[in-house]
Structure formats: structure tokens, C-alpha cells
């Protein structure tokens, strides 16, 4: 093995979890296209399976899973294990008071419309991701 | 002997400071209180290293928590952050959505629902720093 490839970094990670195949695809897509290696899961058990076999720094859920708010607490978890990852959750309305109330609660960083383009999500994300990335790049470059 | 738990709360109605400061005494937190926005930022900057701010959205006027709220952020380290309205609206959620707020309340504030989010937010707090 090269020293290039030894210092080569490891790929990014996300998860989607989504009942719905048309938006995982989506999403996926918009996520390929932004450099992140998607794994897709549609339902709890598969996305429990996925958090034991990889290390996310960014995961979008559905609010609804089965039933309707039965992401949330999901994105609570996926807060909890991974704590410095960008958790988003998509709900299908447009966020009310109740929403937001559950993305500060669960530790979720934004709540998204499903009506909204999966590729302006993910862009919104990753902006978002870059600040803060910027921002401990540049603490660390203080002396 | 460990510390104390120490937590800033702030209100401007007198009973309601009072009756939460006994219910996390009891819990074992040392608690300081804080009447207004102004106050809460005094004891904020006055280098008390506070577990966690639980603090009323409207008091002065409307929305000012969300000023206590930006000013602990700023404290270092930075305490778990909780805000209890009976005004919530899709304008003041998205402010402390996008500030970080770790945790928000309507009112009627369920008591027990309180103390185990803030249980959990200070012992999470801990494990990171510990990392």
C-alpha cells in the first residue's frame, strides 16, 4: 500500500431512512452527487442494523416511518450515537410548531418539507456542514 | 465529595422561579435564579460555569429568552440549554432550532419530563467532554 493511499480519507457517510423507494433514490442520488457514500434503509430494523455497521456524519429521516412521528425518536437516537453528525428529518407538511418543537427535542438540525427537491436538501445540508467544519478548522488553526 | 449540579433559572414570575427552584434543590441541583433577561446575563458573564440554563421565552418582552439562550452558547464549557414558553410559534421554534437550543417545553411544563431531559442533556454533556 502507497502512503497516498494510506492517507486517502475514509469515505463520508450518510443514511437515508424512508419508507418510500422513489424518495430514498433521491436522495441517494443527491448525495452521490455531493461525494457521500448512501446507505438507504425503508423501515426501523434495517436502519438500527446500518447505525451498528457504520459511522454516519450525516442521516436524513423521515418523520413518518410506519406511523406518523415514528422517526423522530429515531433521529433521537441517531443524535445520541453520533453525535457530531448532521441529522435531518423530512416531514411530509411544511414544519409547524410541533415539528420544530421535536427536531430541538430529539437533537435533529433541521426539519425539512418532503415536497422540497432532494438535491436543494441536500445542498442546504452540506452548506451547513461546510460552515461548520470551516469554523473547527479555523479554531484549530489558532495559536 | 462531587460537586453540585449547578443551574441558572430564569423567570420574571416569582412563583414559578420559586416553585422550580425547590423541585431541582430537591433533585440535588444548586440552583441561582435570575429574574430578567439582564440578570441572567450578569451571572452568565460572571464566570459561574453553569450545567444548564432553564429559562422563561417571554419575560421583558417578547422572545427575550432566546437572548439568554445566545448567551450561554457563548459560556465556556457550554451548559445544556432548556426554554419553557406557553407562546411557542413556528418563528421563536426555528430561532432555537437554528441557535441549538437543546431542549424546548410548552407550557403546562410537565415537571417530570423537565428534570429527565435535563438529567439526560447534563450526563451527555459529560460523556463528550470526557471523550
Known amino acids: 500500500m502507497t502512503a497516498k493511499a494510506t492517507s486517502a480519507r475514509a469515505p463520508r457517510l450518510a443514511l437515508v431512512v424512508h419508507s418510500d423507494v422513489g424518495v430514498l433514490s433521491s436522495f441517494q442520488s443527491a448525495l452521490t452527487e455531493k461525494g457521500f457514500v448512501t446507505i438507504v434503509a425503508r423501515d426501523l430494523p434495517t436502519a438500527l442494523l446500518a447505525m451498528t455497521q457504520h459511522y454516519f456524519e450525516l442521516a436524513v429521516v423521515s418523520s413518518r416511518l410506519g406511523e406518523g412521528g415514528d422517526g423522530w425518536p429515531l433521529a433521537g437516537v441517531l443524535h445520541l450515537v453520533f453525535p457530531r453528525a448532521f441529522v435531518a428529518v423530512v416531514s411530509p407538511d411544511e414544519p409547524d410548531v410541533l415539528a420544530l418543537q421535536s427536531a430541538i427535542n430529539y437533537g435533529a438540525r433541521e426539519v425539512f418539507e418532503l415536497s422540497r427537491p432532494a438535491a436543494e436538501v441536500v445542498g442546504s445540508i452540506v452548506a451547513q456542514l461546510e460552515i461548520v467544519e470551516n469554523r473547527s478548522t479555523s479554531k484549530s488553526n489558532v495559536h | ?131
Open chain 2, 1 to 131: 465529595m462531587p460537586r453540585k449540579r449547578l443551574l441558572l433559572l430564569v423567570d420574571d414570575e416569582t412563583s414559578i422561579l420559586q416553585t422550580l427552584q425547590m423541585v431541582f434543590e430537591n433533585e440535588g441541583y444548586q440552583v441561582l435564579t435570575a429574574q430578567s433577561c439582564a440578570e441572567a446575563l450578569n451571572l452568565l458573564h460572571n464566570g459561574q460555569k453553569f450545567d444548564a440554563v432553564i429559562t422563561d421565552l417571554n419575560m421583558e418582552r417578547e422572545d427575550i429568552g432566546l437572548e439568554v439562550a445566545r448567551a450561554a452558547q457563548r459560556v465556556k464549557p457550554r451548559p445544556a440549554i432548556v426554554i419553557y414558553t406557553g407562546f411557542a410559534s413556528v418563528p421563536n421554534s426555528r430561532a432555537a432550532l437554528d441557535m441549538g437550543v437543546d431542549y424546548m417545553a410548552h407550557k403546562p411544563v410537565e415537571i417530570s419530563e423537565l428534570i429527565s431531559a435535563l438529567n439526560r442533556l447534563i450526563s451527555k454533556r459529560a460523556v463528550e467532554r470526557s471523550r
